[in-house]
């Protein structure tokens, strides 16, 4: 196998389900297919992490940790990653630093072989201690960029970060293009300067929404990337990644050409063309293109949520007025990269601000403790005029957030202890509280086992939550 072939990461059992079936395949739907995913050859599988260990509790009823047991018994060959969001871990803030370390700890232990690490704001600060622990661990480390387009945002500030994470000790960079943002050119100048400017593998991560992430790959692999993200073709598209099958097909006859069992992966696509079938409730995207992506920054899932904001105020006649506010309201606010939990932040204000009529006359409370410095350092300097608006003449905080956060799994160990089988439910209740109390409860009163049907079919009424990551 020559030196210079692309790898490729798959995405299909976390970011393709939850691009586009708000995550919620269901661990049955995975297992009878990942002895055959584990012989094609990938790098690796993301697995875990993102929005699925919050919906495995949530909606599916089924134990995070149990389900990465079984695919690690599966996966013997190929290397399991997960998504973590730094001190937010997977939730949507930040946690204490003794709860971060007791995770990333378990979730190794548990047979995790690669984490990426990404913070939404790409503040180093952040992903301190998470990098350190998985290094402590033997874990890959992989030290992510937030990509995003900006004043403040160039090669320039990517290859700082990339260069400030190599000292923090990654192994690897990972691009995150989370709304499809990242153009051919612009990747390929990228991926040149991390190569040549950092010395470690670089990895690329995009997602279709704007039409553009296949050709951006094409590009990152004439400039020597090492892996790129991609889904089967039966969960591509739209607002996941691109197809594994096309960029395979695309690559031969190239020096970079990955190497990958086409028969497998065409039995794998008809497998899960079949259990698409059975999410279509949950079914959010007609693959489809979507370039208002590119005037505002907003990936499709995150314009859904708009909607149905404003259906429920009778407002939908404002959606335009939202989408235009939306960039203003990221510019006000320092150009935070629209990934969570700053995409949820600035979108909820831009609704706000047009529903009330007047910018800033109502404020989330996120809204204030992003402006105090609670979710870390903005790219750019937030707008003095609106920072008074939002918290008139309180001093923002200058410190790592985490700082100011105490321990917290006394409590949480204190609190779930009726409930408590194994030291992993201290974490699941320590991250999502409301939502593992109830889990834990129903599986101490042996009602876990639901009824499947209920959960692949879904209420056929109410809105899909938006994770765009």
Known sequence: MGTNRIKITDTTLRDAHQSLLATRMKLEHMLPIAEKMDRVGFH?????????????????????????????????????????????????????????????????????????????????????????VAKECGAHVQG????????????????????????????????????GLLAPVPAQQLVLALKEKVGL??????????????MA??????????????????????????????????MEGTEFAPELDLSLLTEIAQYFADVRKKYG????????????????????????????????????????????????????????????????????????????GERYKMISSETKNYVRGFYGQPPAPIDEEIKKLIIGDEEPITVRPADLIEPQLPQAKAEIAPYMEKEEDVLSYALFPAVAKKFLEERLAGKVKVDFQIAAEGPKSGTVPYHPI
């Not at 790959?217 to 039966?234: H, L, N, P, Q, R």
């Not at 708009?306 to 009778?314: I, T």
């Open 44 to 132: 690796s599988v993301e697995v875990w992490g993102g929005a699925t260990f919050d919906t495995c509790m949530r909606y599916l009823n089924e134990d995070p940790w149990e389900r990465l047991d079984k695919l690690k018994e599966v996966f013997v060959k190929t290397p399991l990653q997960m998504l973590l969001r730094g001190q937010n871990i997977l939730g949507y803030k930040h946690y204490a630093d003794d709860v971060v370390e007791a995770f990333v700890k378990k979730a190794v232990e548990h047979g995790i072989d690669i984490i990426r690490i990404f913070d939404a704001l790409n503040d180093l600060r952040n992903l301190e201690k998470s990098i350190a």
């Open 281 to 356: 409730a949950f079914d959010v995207s007609a693959n489809i293109v979507d370039t208002n992506v590119l005037q505002y920054q907003i990936p499709g899932g995150m314009i859904s949520n708009f909607m149905s904001q404003l259906a429920q105020q009778n407002a939908l006649d404002k959606l335009a007025a939202v989408l235009s506010e939306v960039p203003k309201v990221r510019k006000d606010l320092g150009y935070p990269p629209l990934v969570t939990p700053t995409s949820q932040i600035v979108g909820t204000q831009a609704v706000l601000n047009v529903l009330a």
């Open 144 to 179: 992510t960029i937030s990509y995003t387009i900006s004043p403040v945002h160039n090669i320039d500030y990517y290859v700082d970060r990339a260069q400030k994470l190599k000292s923090m000790g990654s192994d690897s960079i990972c691009i995150k293009d989370m709304a």
């Open 201 to 214: 593998p670089v990895q690329l991560h995009s997602h279709y929404t704007s039409g553009m992430a296949a």
């Open 217 to 250: 790959y094409f590009k990152a692999a004439e400039a020597g990337v090492d892996v790129i993200d991609t889904c089967i073709s039966s969960l591509a598209l739209g607002t996941s990644q691109p197809a594994t099958e096309s960029m395979v097909a695309a």
